[in-house]
């Protein structure tokens, strides 16, 4: 009996040595809760160009890095960068954005950003290298 208790006790203390030793465990999401935002001048940086319209039919994801600014992808290798003409408020805190568009076309001068009743005009849209922001993991 002595014998079980030493050699259960001695297990129970490695298991504690080495549970106290152990770097924490740091999960997907905590991560990407810590990493910072991406800013518009991020995403400015992959820039291709100005575009004078864009299919909206296809937007999979968008993101608002200001009030200014919003993101929309068409798909996992075409991403757009749409400038406003002034802030859109709660553009930021939306969880859910629309496209106002010309038969799925969106335009600068003519398209807008819906978030609630509020209408944001897009004054400028950038194509943006998809594959590239992904390859740098910033999205």
Same mark, same amino acid.
């Given at each position: 009996?002595?014998? !079980?208790?030493? @050699?259960?006790?001695?297990?129970?203390?490695?298991?504690?040595?080495?549970?106290?030793?152990? +770097?924490?465990?740091?999960? #997907? #999401?905590?991560?990407?809760? /810590? $990493? =910072?935002? =991406? /800013?518009?001048?991020?995403?400015?940086?992959?820039? &291709?160009?100005?575009?004078?319209?864009?299919?909206?039919?296809?937007? /999979? *994801?968008? *993101?608002? +890095?200001? =009030?200014?600014? !919003?993101?929309?992808?068409?798909? +996992?290798?075409?991403?757009?960068?749409? /400038?406003?003409?002034?802030?859109?408020?709660?553009?930021?805190?939306?969880?859910? @954005?629309?496209?106002?568009?010309?038969?799925?076309? !969106? &335009? +600068?001068?003519?398209?807008?950003?819906?978030?609630?009743?509020? &209408?944001?005009? @897009?004054?400028? !849209?950038? $194509?943006?290298?998809? &594959? #590239?922001? $992904? #390859?740098? $993991?910033?999205?």
């Amino acid at each position: 009996m002595r014998l !079980v208790l030493a @050699i259960a006790s001695a297990v129970l203390a490695a298991a504690l040595g080495a549970c106290a030793s152990a +770097p924490p465990a740091h999960d #997907a #999401a905590h991560a990407d809760a /810590t $990493k =910072p935002r =991406p /800013t518009a001048d991020d995403y400015r940086r992959y820039a &291709r160009g100005n575009v004078p319209s864009f299919n909206s039919s296809n937007v /999979t *994801d968008w *993101d608002a +890095p200001d =009030p200014q600014h !919003v993101v929309v992808w068409t798909s +996992p290798a075409e991403a757009y960068l749409l /400038t406003l003409f002034g802030a859109c408020f709660g553009l930021e805190s939306a969880s859910t @954005i629309l496209l106002s568009a010309d038969g799925g076309v !969106v &335009r +600068p001068g003519g398209g807008a950003v819906m978030v609630g009743a509020e &209408r944001c005009r @897009i004054q400028f !849209v950038e $194509k943006l290298d998809a &594959r #590239a922001m $992904k #390859a740098d $993991k910033l999205r």
